[in-house]
């Protein structure tokens, strides 16, 4: 079973920068396409960035673009998200999940819904406040 721990979350001031890291175990990430999802107190949870399985194709929440940029390392298993420029807006525990994409017809794409991913991590928080 894919495990998936988040890590990078903190408190920070607005207009700082924070980058989030994904670290998978059990296997690599290397079919999976990845997703940053975010979740504030008493509101939906949201989709921030993913990225496909070959990491051509990137996806942003209107509210982030041009701030976050989302990445992957096979090579480490990992996929990170860089955040700049926080607002407090950003303010929220951000999780990020993977869907597996073994089909060789299938789009090098991804899709910014909980819906299409499977697996989940637990969540990192991250706090935008002066």
């Known amino acids: 079973q894919l495990q998936l721990v988040e890590s990078g979350g903190g408190l920070v001031q607005p207009g700082g920068s924070l980058r989030l890291s994904c670290a998978a175990s059990?296997?690599?990430?290397?079919?999976?396409?990845i997703g940053w999802f975010r979740q504030a107190p008493g509101q939906e949870r949201e989709g921030v960035s993913c990225?496909?399985?070959?990491?051509?194709?990137?996806n942003y929440a209107d509210s982030v673009k041009g701030r976050f940029t989302i990445s992957r390392d096979n090579a480490k298993n990992t996929v990170y998200l860089q955040m700049n420029s926080l607002k407090p807006e950003d303010t929220a525990v951000y999780y990020c999940?993977?869907?597996?994409?073994?089909?060789?017809?299938?789009?090098?794409?991804?899709?910014?819904?909980?819906?299409?991913?499977?697996?989940w991590g637990q969540g990192t928080r991250v706090t935008v406040s002066s």
């Open positions: 059990g296997f690599t990430l290397d079919d999976y396409a």
């Open positions: 990225i496909s399985r070959s990491g051509g194709s990137t």
């Open positions: 999940a993977a869907v597996r994409i073994t089909s060789s017809w299938v789009p090098d794409m991804c899709l910014m819904q909980p819906g299409f991913f499977g697996s």
